[in-house]
């Protein structure tokens, strides 16, 4: 009993010591004795969840570390939506679309894409039928219908159904060009603007006509220009029924109807119904011929005259009379001297009913009912009706 009881103390048995932190359940720790495997000891920090990690002692092995990759918990949904953001602004596009290589930086970019080479269209508006690949596309079309502009500007009022047209109108307050050229540094507010404006230096023409082959640098150009072959006018007036094949065409001819006239004269006041007739009216107070003759120096306020006078050293008369055979270097002249044939004169005198086959003719006839002479003599003084009497006097002296 004595030799049992002394073995008994020779081995001190040691206690399970548990340390725990406050409010924070601990694993048991366990001190190993010399020459005794004790199970590996684990401490595990508050709320995180920490790897195995197993200290050998000499002489033992161990199995090995492994080392799970820790969840970053400080980052805030905000911090990561701003990441995410951050990428649009990074040059490197590591997610390529597979059928036309365009690359983006964010795979939810791809993916959005990747929809416009799909040929399902999977929405359709309940109100007209219309289809759409995008659910976000469906839901712009639908404010055609339901009149609902969304975006207000908060500086004029006006209202946009779409965000791309209420961000490219912005700019139009704020002055803002963001896409500059790179050969000329001309500046654009909008991109496809400075796509179609690329093309002047690239010469690029992508959209060609079906019927005459000709190419145009924007598509709605060739639009316009397909119209010439179908005869197409969808633009009537709602004044006398006239049909155009331009809106552009349209707003100045309703004009006519309305005499306004929005383009002004800042040295005389004289108005016009469209901008270039101002144009080309400012030169007779400036001078300026930007149309130089390359035969023989003479310039031209218009470059229609520089064309009617460079037929004169060709010798060239492309416009024949159909009656008499008899060739105009002008379509004006041609149109004239038919009236020769037809007896038409349509420009009529209000005094007294005379009619005129030219307008100039009346402008003449005019004078007599009201006395003005507007060709006067630097020389005496004397005045006259018509230019070529000024220059008969002009001999005289």
């Given amino acids: 009993m004595e030799h049992i009881k002394k073995e008994e103390e020779d081995v001190d048995p040691q206690p399970l010591v548990i340390k725990e932190e406050a409010g924070v359940s601990q694993p048991p720790v366990i001190k190993e004795e010399a ?3 004790q199970p590996p000891v684990i401490k595990e920090e508050a ?6 990690i197993i200290k050998e002692e000499e ?13 970053d918990h400080s980052i805030s949904p905000e911090q990561s939506h701003l990441m995410e953001h951050t990428k649009i602004h990074i040059v490197e596009k590591p997610f390529p679309c597979t059928v036309c290589n365009k690359r983006f930086s964010r795979r939810t970019d791809l993916n959005s894409h990747t929809v ?26 639908s404010r055609t219908h339901t009149g609902e ?14 965000r791309l047209h ?29 796509d179609i404006h690329t093309r002047t230096h690239t010469g690029e023409k992508p959209f060609s006509c079906a019927v005459c082959g000709k190419g145009f640098a924007q598509n709605i150009t060739l639009i316009r220009h397909a ?48 901008n270039v007739s101002l144009k080309r009216h400012t030169r007779t107070h400036t001078g300026e011929k930007p149309f130089p003759c390359t035969v023989c ?46 007896g038409e004169k349509p420009f009529s005198c209000s005094v007294c009913g005379q009619s005129f086959s030219q307008n100039i003719t009346l402008i003449r006839h005019m004078r007599r009912h009201t006395g003005e002479k507007p060709f006067s003599c630097s020389l005496c003084g004397k005045s006259f009706s018509r230019k070529v009497c000024l220059t008969k006097h002009k001999n005289e002296h």
């Fill in 59 to 71: 002489g033992v092995s161990q199995p090995p570390v492994i080392k799970e990759e820790e969840e």
């Fill in 166 to 194: 209420f961000n490219e109108h912005t700019r139009i307050h704020t002055g803002e060009k963001p896409f500059p050229c790179t050969l000329c540094g001309k500046t654009f507010k909008r991109k496809s603007d400075l």
């Fill in 227 to 274: 119209r010439l072959h179908t005869g197409e006018e969808p633009f009537p007036c709602t004044v006398c029924g006239r049909g155009f094949n331009r809106k552009s065409a349209l707003e100045i001819h309703t004009r006519t109807h309305t005499g306004e006239k929005p383009f002004s004269c800042a040295l005389c006041g004289k108005s016009f119904t469209m």
């Fill in 35 to 37: 020459g005794v495997s």
């Fill in 297 to 342: 120096g003479k310039r031209f306020f218009y470059q229609s005259h520089l064309k009617e006078h460079s037929a004169i050293h060709t010798k060239e008369k492309p416009f024949p009379c159909t009656v008499c055979g008899r060739g105009f270097h002008r379509k004006v002249d041609l149109k004239i001297h038919t009236r020769r044939h037809t």
């Fill in 47 to 52: 709320g995180v969840s920490q790897p195995l």
């Fill in 116 to 141: 416009i080479h799909s040929v399902e269209r999977p929405f359709p508006c309940t109100l007209c039928g219309k289809r759409f690949k995008r659910k976000r596309d469906l839901e712009i079309h």
């Fill in 149 to 162: 502009k969304p975006f207000l500007c908060m500086l004029c009022g006006k209202s946009f159904s779409h």
